[in-house]
């Protein structure tokens, strides 16, 4: 292969690579703007920091955000998700579920997933959980950097849902931040879709 050819081909591959990165970046952009919530069988909040037993800014707002849909009579069921950090001592999904039963929502129609440490660990866990109730369609709720590839993670562990984004986030009120979680989105989403791809 001649110097020109393999310069033209790398020049074509990495003009691909950015076009994809630009339509991921775009998707995530866009499924964060839109709120799909509609009547649905259960509510899966993503876990988020917590200190000391107290949900963190981000973590309250995505729980407020599920109890609003919640008393909405949106669903019956509430999905709490994340696992222990690094020298915690309860989980973010335990935390999430005292926070929500002083909101009034009732301990009957919590599910808690509290071993996930990462997305697609709780996810997957959330599919089996919705599968042995017998649930079908899910309403998601995270911050809105978060939509697309959650709703991506849903498909492949077969999990129908519809994404509803938190918009009292500190996240979301900070440009600076909420950029630099949105480029990082744009480049998982791509590799989700891959490792989908592959299996994994």
Do not use: C
Not at 5 to 33: C, D, E, F, K
Not at 40 to 48: E, Q, R, S, T
Not at 56 to 69: C, E, F, G, I, N
Not at 138 to 144: F, G, K, R
């Amino acid at each position: 292969m001649s110097r020109s050819v393999g310069r033209t081909l790398a020049g074509y591959a990495i003009s691909g690579a950015l076009a994809a990165w630009a339509m991921s970046l775009l998707g995530v952009v866009a499924w964060g703007a839109r709120d799909m919530a509609r009547p649905a069988d259960a509510i899966v909040v993503l876990g988020a920091a917590q200190y000391a037993g107290r949900p963190s800014p981000v973590l309250k707002a995505r729980l407020d955000h599920a109890v609003d849909l919640w008393k909405r009579g949106m669903a019956t069921f509430l999905v709490l998700t994340g696992g222990r950090g690094p020298g915690d001592t309860t989980s973010e999904a335990d935390v999430g579920r005292r926070y929500v039963l002083r909101a009034g929502v009732a301990d009957s129609v919590i599910l808690l997933e509290n071993r996930g440490r990462t997305t697609s660990a709780s996810i997957e866990a959330v599919a089996r959980i919705m599968n042995e109730k017998r649930l079908d369609e899910a309403i998601l709720v995270s911050d809105p950097f978060h939509m697309l590839r959650l709703q991506i993670l849903a498909k492949q562990h077969g999990v129908p849902s519809v994404t509803s984004p938190t918009r009292t986030s500190p996240i979301s009120a900070n440009r600076l931040e909420a950029a630099g979680y949105i480029l990082s989105e744009s480049v998982k989403v791509p590799a989700t879709l891959v490792l989908g791809l592959l299996g994994r």
